[in-house]
Every structure is written in C-alpha cells, then in structure tokens.
C-alpha cells in the first residue's frame, strides 16, 4: 500500500463507504473521519474492514472537534467532505446543531487544510436544495409528473447559473458551506471543488436519511409497510447510482487545478429523471404487488421539479452518468434484499421519504 493518504470524512455513511471501498480497491491509503452517528454505518464499516483490513485507517470523530479534524487532515492529499447533517426536517427542529455541523464543521476542515504545508485537494457535497424551491419555475402537470414549461429546463435541467436562493435552515448550512468552500480557493488559493448533487442511490444505502428515498421506498415496500408521500408524487428527481458518483470523485481529483473554485450540479440528468410515483410503478413490477401508499402534506422547501444540467462537468471531464434509472433501482433492490435489516418499530419509523 502505497501512494498519497485520502481522508474522507463521514467515511462510514452510505457515499462515503462506497468511496473508501473504491478507493481501496485500487491501492489507495484511507482515512475515515465518522462520529459513527447514523443507523447503518457500523455495517458499512465492518464491511470496509473485512475487505481491506488494516489498509483502512478509522478515526473516531467530529467535524465539529477542531483538534479531531487537524489531526484527521495530518499527512492527506486529499480530502472529501461528506460529513453532514442530511435533513430538512431535522434543520427546522434544531437549526444551532444543523449549523454547526454543516457550516462550523466545514470551516474547520477548511482552516485545516490551510494551514498545512501543502495544502490538500478538498471535494464537498453540497446539495440542490442551495437553489431554493424553484417556485418560479413554471410547471405543468403531465400524467405521473410534473414538466417545466421553459424547453430548455425540460431539455437540460438546471444549471449552475440558477440563482443560489437558501431555503430551510439546512439550505442555509449547505449553502454556507458551500459558498465557503468556493471563497477558499479565491482567497486562499485551495483547490476546492463543490459538487451540488440531486438524489444518489445505490447499494450501502439504508434509506434512513431523508434524502435517501429510492431505497427508503424500496425497503418500507420489502418490509411490507405503507410508503407516506408528502404532496401528490408528481415531484421529479433526477436520480444517480452512486458509481456513477464515485466515477466523477475521480475525475473531479485528477482534474482538481483546473475546476478549482467551481461548483457543479451532479445527478443523473434528464435522462435518468423519475417521479416518486413513477418509483411506485416500479416497485410493483419488483415486488410483483403494489405497495401501500399514503399521501400527506407538502414538507418545508420541497422542489416540485429539480433535474441537474450536468453539462458543465461533462464538458470540463468527460464524465457521463453510465448506469439507468432502471437498471439501478433494480441493482439496490437487489442488494437490500439480500442486506436490509429487520424493520424497525413503526414509532421508530415517522419520518418518511419526500424526496429531500
């Protein structure tokens, strides 16, 4: 084992292990940053370890612990930040710990990579939610979805010359870390690159965060529970396999000088854009039954419509989502078959997907 140290932090979550695993794979040293926090991570890191044993590094820690993160940051080339707090509903309960770990923890990687010698490359997800709830979009619905009227968001999806419109305090926090981020290769000169991402799925992936609604759906349909839907399920995400994702981390380092200072929306494009009721169709065609539905009320900052223009990033890598929707959802579906644990208790298991 040879070659630069990557610290990846929130290394054990679902995007991060599957980062690591990749990583390794190829020979590269890892160090994992992870507070340990979130159902689920024990597995993926137990994982991690069966199948790269002492070649994993794995720090116990929080983003939030200054002394944690330089020490963390010690001897790395790079750096990927995936270590947050993931939902809306959590921000708007308590927005001071929503900051401090998204806005506070990010500033105090940032502040670590600085003062090293050699300072080291540094990749933060961010998120679509930094564009706001898109209510001047004009939509319209259309059988199962909802279309925006402007062709050219239908065609490509949003760019990143979208104004950046905060909405919810985790909106706020991503959005402040974010913003950041960009500044610090202004600044300072740091080769930061910001990936503003739509919704990743793929096997690692519990779907107990909020945003983790491709495999939260799957998995209450597996468990045989009813499925909530916050709105009509009209709502269109763009949805990314997250090897796909982790394809574009690399390219994103191997490229790092030349987009530093750029932010880019990451997701699988028009063409790998679905509606949660569309998601409903396709977990009966796998279950071989529909699922229970419910529908609720629409959730604070809930785009109707988001779909990444991911134009810029191909044309600055060459990168192309490779995996379908299809093709993808059936590959969780799967993995959780053979991976999902035992549900949990019904009052454990309030807060469903709405596409966050």
Same mark, same amino acid.
């Given at each position: 084992?040879?070659?630069?140290?990557?610290?990846?932090?929130?290394? !054990?979550?679902?995007?991060?292990?599957?980062?690591?695993?990749?990583?390794?794979?190829?020979?590269?040293?890892?160090?994992?940053?992870?507070?340990?926090?979130?159902?689920?991570?024990?597995?993926?890191?137990? %994982?991690?370890?069966? /199948?790269?044993?002492? !070649?994993?590094?794995?720090?116990?820690?929080?983003?939030?612990?200054?002394?944690?993160?330089?020490?963390?940051?010690?001897?790395?080339?790079?750096?990927?930040?995936?270590?947050?707090?993931?939902?809306?509903?959590?921000?708007?309960?308590?927005?001071?710990?929503?900051?401090?770990?998204?806005?506070?923890?990010?500033?105090?990687?940032?502040?670590?990579?600085?003062?090293?010698?050699?300072?080291?490359?540094?990749?933060?997800?961010?998120?679509?939610?930094?564009?706001?709830?898109?209510?001047?979009?004009?939509? /319209?619905?259309?059988?199962?979805?909802?279309?925006?009227?402007?062709?050219?968001?239908?065609?490509?999806?949003?760019?990143?010359?979208?104004?950046?419109?905060?909405?919810?305090?985790?909106?706020?926090?991503?959005?402040? !870390?974010?913003?950041?981020?960009?500044?610090?290769?202004?600044?300072?000169?740091?080769?930061?690159?910001?990936?503003?991402?739509?919704?990743?799925?793929?096997?690692?992936?519990?779907?107990?965060?909020?945003?983790?609604?491709?495999?939260?759906?799957?998995?209450? !349909?597996?468990?045989? /529970? #009813?499925?909530?839907?916050?709105?009509?399920?009209?709502?269109?995400?763009?949805?990314?396999?997250?090897?796909?994702?982790?394809?574009?981390?690399?390219?994103?380092?191997?490229?790092?000088?030349?987009?530093?200072?750029?932010?880019?929306?990451?997701?699988?494009?028009?063409?790998?854009?679905?509606?949660?009721?569309?998601?409903?169709?396709?977990?009966?065609?796998?279950?071989?039954?529909? #699922?229970?539905?419910?529908?609720?009320? %629409?959730?604070?900052?809930?785009?109707?419509?988001?779909?990444?223009?991911?134009?810029?990033?191909?044309?600055?890598?060459? %990168?192309?989502?490779?995996?379908?929707?299809?093709?993808?959802?059936?590959?969780?579906?799967? %993995?959780?078959?053979?991976?999902?644990?035992?549900?949990?208790?019904?009052?454990?298991?309030?807060?469903?997907?709405?596409?966050?």
């Amino acid at each position: 084992m040879s070659g630069p140290l990557t610290l990846i932090t929130g290394g !054990a979550g679902f995007i991060g292990s599957n980062l690591a695993h990749r990583l390794l794979a190829m020979g590269r040293k890892v160090r994992i940053l992870d507070n340990l926090s979130r159902p689920g991570v024990e597995q993926n890191l137990a %994982w991690l370890r069966e /199948q790269h044993g002492q !070649a994993l590094q794995v720090v116990t820690g929080d983003v939030r612990d200054e002394q944690a993160v330089q020490q963390a940051v010690a001897g790395v080339a790079q750096v990927f930040h995936f270590a947050a707090q993931v939902a809306v509903t959590t921000s708007l309960a308590d927005p001071r710990t929503d900051f401090a770990i998204n806005a506070q923890g990010t500033l105090n990687l940032l502040e670590a990579i600085r003062a090293r010698p050699v300072p080291p490359f540094f990749l933060m997800t961010s998120t679509n939610k930094v564009y706001g709830d898109l209510a001047d979009l004009a939509l /319209q619905p259309i059988g199962r979805h909802y279309q925006p009227l402007d062709l050219a968001v239908q065609a490509r999806g949003v760019s990143e010359r979208r104004p950046l419109d905060f909405h919810s305090p985790y909106g706020c926090s991503k959005g402040t !870390a974010d913003q950041y981020a960009l500044d610090y290769a202004r600044s300072y000169g740091l080769c930061t690159v910001v990936f503003r991402m739509s919704c990743i799925y793929g096997p690692r992936q519990f779907g107990t965060e909020d945003q983790g609604w491709v495999a939260h759906f799957l998995l209450r !349909a597996m468990n045989g /529970q #009813p499925i909530t839907i916050y709105g009509d399920g009209r709502q269109v995400r763009d949805i990314l396999f997250v090897e796909d994702l982790v394809h574009a981390f690399l390219l994103a380092e191997q490229n790092g000088r030349a987009l530093a200072g750029r932010a880019f929306n990451i997701g699988g494009g028009p063409r790998n854009a679905i509606s949660l009721l569309d998601l409903i169709d396709r977990i009966q065609v796998l279950e071989g039954g529909p #699922p229970a539905v419910a529908f609720d009320e %629409w959730r604070t900052g809930d785009q109707r419509y988001y779909v990444s223009d991911t134009r810029a990033f191909e044309q600055a890598t060459g %990168w192309r989502p490779r995996v379908s929707s299809a093709a993808g959802i059936a590959r969780l579906h799967a %993995w959780l078959g053979l991976h999902r644990r035992p549900p949990a208790p019904e009052s454990d298991l309030q807060a469903a997907a709405a596409a966050h």
